[in-house]
């Protein structure tokens, strides 16, 4: 009897360990209780769970079957007990009763909320002018003067949206044959994160745990977020979204048309190609990037009143550090965990702060200042600044400035951020517009009418008088024997140059300021954020019209003097001017034209200027100083 006894507790023990060893956890684990209605259960029924989760699910009926690949564990008649996977997905269990031969899903949603819109008001967009504060980030920080103005929408489909921004034990695991080990790369930014990349697949085990709260990644790029998206999507089955060909254009970035797009080909391979030709697959229900508005719908959250989840500006930095991790940097490449903070209205973490978000524009990228691109960053990082600095060159704003409608510019794909992932469930997303937003404005609307406190402005520039008057003699191009020479003097407000941002149709629209100065250009990356901002500049240039002048590009050399007309001690600038059209008996040569050209930007320092890979950059010192044109054959 005694051995009976022993052979019992044995086998019991065994069972035991087995189960324990099943959902590789000590059995004091907590374990997360669904009770499920079979009335209430449908074709697919979603359930939200966290990675590596030990769940029970009880229904209250005899089940037959419970199909899943999921390690798991029958419990009596009606209920399953499973360990949920270490990565994000989705993964199904197939119940069936005693009763019927059909089956039901039951979708287990890891890392993922699920959200079931039906013909739900929404709100869209954010009015740049609703305050003080707005408007003053507009001019100091990166961004424009712009609006996107609010609107409501009603919205019916079914979304799935990651909860937290993708971590880098995610994308090590998913891409972990893509990762190579002996990376080998010309561009040494590249190179840089491919070594990041190498350590981390270093440290970790292949099919290992994926802890909840890693670390967020923020070193990928465009292109590498969408590969990621494919990969996710493959592994469930589905079908992925975007598809990728060589292309022949030679524009760093643009939008083609609805769901086609160039984008840099910003890599860990070694491919030579610089652009890469994007498409959307729109039969496909994998996953994907979010758009520009569907962002802006998860990050509301259900809020049609804030600016942002903790209110506006007004709260103190403590109430906004309750969901967004602000000012908490090292180094611009090393993030901190994930879901630490409060989630907003539908359950979403570190929508702000943490890591900038990759965000497309689905058909039309309605900013100027982004000229175009496809794609923006949304949502600020830790690098956010708890206190506003007075002419810093950093270029990250200050925690005030951070709303729903702050976003960063995404250059030519080439900027390395955050990321998440949604899903379209069967592609039943429907949307239809309500009604406009009236804004609550207190400022007015117009470009160079908005008043502001000049001490609070972060990089100085001179408001230099924009002319209109085209009738100058002494300033004037001039054409010789047929050949245009733009030689002599002409002055920096002269009314033969206009200097302004592109537009759509690839006209200059006038810009005030004219030439926004900056007092230093310090490195290569701030030359190229400088660029991309609304302190670039396109130069229009009036040049009279003659049969004999019909070039469609003039080679110039630019040297800068003194009102005395004596020269100064800063290099000349060799650049180009592009023709684009005719005005009133005058031919129109650009700086940049839609195809062509690059961005100016001026700077007082004469040392910065020179014609960059990323922008011309020429020298002013004062407001009555000359730009001396020699052209060049």
């Known amino acids: 009897m005694v051995n009976v006894l022993k052979i019992t507790i044995s086998v019991l023990c065994m069972l035991l360990c087995m189960v324990c060893t099943l959902f590789c956890t000590a059995c004091s684990d907590r374990e997360k209780y669904i009770a499920l209605n079979r009335d209430s259960l449908k074709a697919e029924t979603w359930l939200e769970v966290e990675k590596n989760e030990i769940v029970k699910i009880c229904i209250d009926s005899k089940v037959r079957v419970w199909n899943t690949t999921l390690d798991s564990i029958v419990l009596g008649e009606s209920c399953l007990k499973v360990r949920v996977p270490t990565l994000i997905g989705v993964y199904p269990i197939n119940v069936k009763f005693f009763d019927t031969d059909g089956s039901y899903k039951i979708n287990l949603a890891v890392g993922m909320k699920y959200l079931d819109f039906k013909n739900e008001e929404v709100l869209i967009g954010y009015n740049e002018f609703r305050g003080k504060d707005s408007v003053l980030k507009r001019i100091i920080s990166s961004n424009p003067v712009e609006e996107d103005p609010e609107r409501l929408i009603s919205v019916t489909g079914s979304y799935l949206v990651d909860k937290y921004p993708v971590t880098n034990c995610e994308i090590t695991q998913l891409m972990w044959d893509s990762i190579s080990m002996e990376p080998s790369l010309a561009n040494s930014r590249l190179q840089k994160y491919a070594n990041q990349w190498m350590e981390r697949k270093k440290r970790s085990e292949r099919n290992k745990n994926c802890i909840i709260k890693d670390t967020a990644a923020c070193t990928v790029f465009l292109l ?134 990759h965000v497309l524009f689905e058909e039309k990228n309605p900013f100027q200042y982004l000229k175009g691109r496809p794609s923006c960053l949304k949502g600020g990082d830790n690098y956010v600044k708890k206190i506003y600095v007075r002419n810093s060159y950093d270029t990250s704003p200050y925690w005030k400035w951070i709303h729903y409608g702050f976003y960063m510019s995404n250059y030519n ?221």
């Open 224 to 357: 590498q977020a969408m590969k990621y998206a494919n990969a996710r999507s493959i592994r469930e089955g589905l079908k992925p979204y975007y598809k990728f060909s060589k292309t022949d254009e030679q524009e760093e970035q643009k939008i083609l048309s609805k769901g086609h797009y160039i984008i840099g080909f910003f890599d860990l391979s070694k491919s030579k190609d610089r652009l890469i030709q994007v498409t959307v697959d729109k039969s496909s229900d994998g996953y994907r990037l979010p758009y520009y508005d569907e962002w802006m719908i998860f990050a509301r959250g259900g809020d049609k009143k804030n600016s942002a989840p903790w209110g506006d500006s007004s709260v103190t930095f403590e109430e906004a550090s309750k969901y967004a991790r602000f000012d908490t940097w090292q180094e611009f490449e090393v993030s901190e965990p994930v879901g630490q903070l409060l989630p907003n209205g539908y359950g979403l973490y570190d929508i702000f702060g943490l890591v900038q978000e």
């Open 413 to 633: 794909g080439g900027q390395a951020a955050g990321f998440r992932l949604i899903r379209n469930i069967g592609n039943n997303a429907k949307w239809s517009e309500n009604k406009t937003v009236k804004s609550n404005s207190d400022s007015s609307s117009q470009k160079g009418k908005v008043e502001i406190d000049k001490s609070e402005i972060l990089v100085e520039s001179w408001p230099l008088k924009l002319e209109t008057n085209r009738k100058s003699k002494t300033d004037s191009a001039v054409v010789r024997k047929g050949k245009v020479l733009l030689t002599g003097l002409v002055s920096v407000t002269s009314s033969n140059i206009v200097y302004g941002d592109l537009q759509e149709n690839g006209t200059v629209a006038p810009e005030i300021p004219a030439i926004p100065l900056i007092n230093a250009i310090p490195n290569d990356w701030i030359r190229s954020y400088f660029a991309n901002s609304n302190f670039a500049r396109v130069a229009k240039v009036y040049v009279k019209k003659s049969p004999k002048t019909r070039k469609k590009s003039l080679k110039v050399r630019l040297n800068l003097w003194k009102k005395d007309k004596t020269p100064y001690d800063v290099k000349p600038v060799n650049l180009v001017l592009y023709r684009n059209g005719e005005e009133k008996g005058y031919y129109i040569y650009q700086t940049m034209t839609n195809s062509k050209g690059k961005p100016l930007l001026f700077t007082k320092n004469g040392g910065d200027a020179g014609n960059y890979e990323d922008a011309i950059i020429l020298c002013i010192k004062d407001s009555t100083d000359r730009f001396y044109y020699e052209l060049l054959k």
